[in-house]
């Protein structure tokens, strides 16, 4: 029988690259925010996440598929990701206490954020206001959208569940992995249809 954490495990697209220690495939985390490198197969892997990210995956793992002969590391990297590098687990360690009850509660539908911030994240601007966000990059480029969940994803690429399981924690909330893989599940279906709010119907 396929063990719990096998049939949890996600899959992935990644790119073949080739580099000094041989060809390898690419892939983007959406847990870490960053590219991890795998041997060239397309078979369930033993995630990149590093020991202490708090990634669900190092328990799943996580399935890997090629999606171009011709890539190049840039690639796997979403296309939303422009104005930085940085991680979105280290940009939580430098944000207050109150600041990540702020977002959570904004997250939750409890309270709107802060009526306008303006924030400089590496190359890039980053305002909030109201629900609405926009984030103009070194290049001149202008992003915009709604909800911090999104906003998560143009910065860091991580997916709306590893960002709210990433908000909860930073609160003080402990998950085990098969929590913080379920949690974030149900986040992210919850965003895809729609994201009603409480009294609203799910469907
Ligand atoms: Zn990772």
Redesign the pocket.
């Known amino acids: 029988m396929i063990p719990l954490s096998r049939r949890l495990a996600p899959e992935f697209p990644a790119m073949p690259a080739s580099t000094s220690a041989g060809p390898r495939w690419e892939m983007w985390?959406?847990?870490?925010?960053?590219i991890?490198r795998h041997e060239p197969e397309a078979k369930h892997h033993k995630?990149?996440?590093?020991a202490g990210?708090g990634?669900p995956?190092?328990w799943t793992g996580y399935y890997l598929y090629p999606v171009s002969e011709l890539g190049q590391a840039s690639n796997v990297v979403p296309a939303v990701l422009r104005p930085t590098q940085h991680g979105f687990a280290k940009a939580l360690k430098g944000c207050s206490s109150q600041v990540a009850a702020h977002a959570v509660r904004a997250l939750l539908g409890t309270s709107k954020p802060k009526p306008c911030t303006k924030k400089q994240i590496g190359q890039a601007y980053v305002v909030v206001d109201g629900t609405r966000w926009h984030v103009r990059s070194e290049d001149g480029g202008l992003c915009e959208g709604e909800d911090l969940l999104n906003l998560a994803w143009m910065l860091y690429g991580l997916r709306s569940g590893a960002a709210a399981v990433q908000f909860l924690e930073l609160l003080g909330c402990r998950f085990d992995d098969l929590a913080a893989i379920e949690i974030a599940h149900a986040v992210d279906r919850w965003t895809a249809r729609g994201r009603p709010s409480r009294g609203g119907t799910a469907s």
């Open positions: 985390c959406d847990w870490c925010g960053e991890h995630a990149g996440c590093a990210s990634s995956y190092r």
